[in-house]
């Protein structure tokens, strides 16, 4: 062989061998997404978390017997760990599941080295952990009242300090190993819709024994992801799941015309799922660093990008050229959310021990014309422009965008702004400057001060109470802003430790009713953070709730919104556009309305990951 061709082909094979070698390595590389939460994580026992940043967690490492289809628009329930979705039976009271065989819980110390397969017994279970009154659930108002001879178990768990996990209960039916049925005391057209809810799932007994007052730590659950490391508010880290059984992309509802769809079924189409290894996540509150990290590639996806850096990205609503050079692409989304100002309306704040006049609370005509005349000073337009950079459109109900009840014709006039009329109506309720120091009094002439709290953490909610201080000030209202952990924060208003506040909700289902009990009186403490008690509102959300999607049903909302305008439990906010950023090697990212992180349907392109982080 001639020397020199000899050097050429010896040359050649080295190339190729280390070509061969770097791909194996590539294939080796475990698939890692970075990501960022707005805020941080309480913990992950399905049914003693109410934030969505632990359910989005949540819904990674459990499965419920339902869910939504990923690429479906409207949403569409599918079945998850259940063969099919029931018909509903006896007059829409009943509805019976079979649990598909051969479904297992996560690897863990409580099983004693033993596989454990799901069964009917977890469903009945873990619904009956919502209404032990030990776990203080804030979601038990999704099963009050609802099953048949539930809320009768948890008065007598309330009377004996013990909650009898073994009784039988008429409305969780166990029939044999793989099936449950449930006996509603009146329909329920929503009651499917709450059990595709990402925290309304599966736990097995032997875990939650185990480790007794540690479960927010220790989620075991069937789906496809471990949780592997938790640093509380710094760090989580998701694994997959290796005894899980793997899923794959349901095309069958994808929209052909939907880009975003058609990319997900090109990258995603045959493969078994989840492709991530591993991800991630890091609840960063402060805007700037969240923004710098997807920035320096540290994140591969950014959700919901910060109004403060929306001209950044989106100059003249168009992807700014440094993004779109480097492949961003941004799903743009209206939420079906909302954002409000929760006024606590009890008389008193604070402990039972030492309790404080609250002069937002009551209903007496003088408490509410205080808090209409506090809605009607708030610049809301300035908020929108100023904070928001106006990616956010004034609500006008308590009930958020694209789900079924919502009315986009409904007008809120007494949510305007509107400073003169807020000083006529103090004026007119004895809210007047009586000592001479500039700010208005109580009509008894004690003064008037008025606390609002808000997350410590977040640039934009200081920015909020900042508004909220300078409004108030404008119409002579004295207002203290106090700066507190979102965590703190969140308990401080599930007990009434406030006088208002700042929050939003996103919706668990896609129907109006999941926004309007947000002011249903019994749900006070759980989800009712303004502990609104008015007994015609109640009447008629309970009336509402035995009726389908129909003109009926839509007149009593339409009532029901009337009520909240006239007793002003809330000031309306917003509802929010949010823009969603991806690096190019992400795969298959579409969001949903009603999920939350959907990591078990993405992909990623190592190699071109790589390549970029360099």
Partial sequence: ???????????????????????????????????????????????????????????????GLLTYDYLARPVKLVPLTAEAIPEPEENGTRYTFRIRPGIYFADDPAFKGVKRELVAKDIEYSIKRFRDPKNRSQ??????????????????????????????????????????????????????????????????????????????????????????????????????????????LETKYADPADEWDQRAIEALKGKTLPAIDRVEIYPIEDEQPRFLAFLNKEHDIMDETPFSFIHQVLPNGKLAPNLAKEGVRVFREQQPELTYDVFNTRDTIGTKENPKDNPVGGYTPEKVALRRAMVLAHDRGREI????????????????????????????????????????????????????????????????????KYNAGSQETRQLAALWNKSMADVGIRLEAVAVQFADLLKDRKVGNYMFSGTAWIADYPDAQNFLQLLYGPNGGQSNDSFFKLPEYDRLYDKAASLPDSPERNAIYREMNRLVLAYAPWRLGVHRLFNHLQYPWVKGYKKHPILYTNFKYLDLDVAAQQVAMK
């Fill in 1 to 63: 062989m001639n020397s020199q061709r000899f050097f050429v082909s010896l040359l050649t094979c080295a190339v190729l061998a280390l070509g061969s070698a770097s791909a194996t390595v590539a294939a080796a590389e475990k698939k890692v997404l970075r990501f960022a939460f707005r805020t941080a994580e309480t913990g992950f026992d399905p049914a003693r978390i109410d934030d969505r940043y632990s359910v989005g967690v949540c819904e990674n490492i459990y499965e």
């Fill in 139 to 248: 979601y038990e108002w999704l099963f009050e009242n609802k099953l048949v001879g539930l809320d009768e178990l948890t008065e007598k768990a309330k009377k004996s300090g013990a909650f009898d996990y073994e009784a039988r209960v008429e409305g969780l039916e166990v029939r044999g190993k793989y099936t449950i049925s449930f006996k509603l005391k009146e329909p329920d057209y929503n009651f499917l819709y709450v059990l595709a809810m990402p925290n309304v799932v599966p736990v097995a007994r032997e875990v939650i024994e185990m480790y007794g007052g540690d479960t927010h730590a220790h989620p075991v659950g069937t789906g496809p992801y471990v949780l592997k490391e938790w640093t509380r508010r710094s760090k989580i880290v998701l694994e997959k799941n290796p005894t899980y059984r793997g899923h794959v």
């Fill in 385 to 452: 422009e100023i904070v928001r950079k106006g990616q956010a459109i004034p609500a006008q109900s308590p009930v958020g965008p694209g789900v079924v009840g919502y009315d986009p014709n409904f007008r809120a006039t007494a949510q305007d702004y509107d400073p003169s009329k807020a000083k006529a109506l103090l004026d007119m309720f004895g809210y007047v400057d009586k000592d001479g120091d500039g700010w208005r009094d109580l009509p008894d002439g004690k003064p008037l001060v008025i606390q609002y």
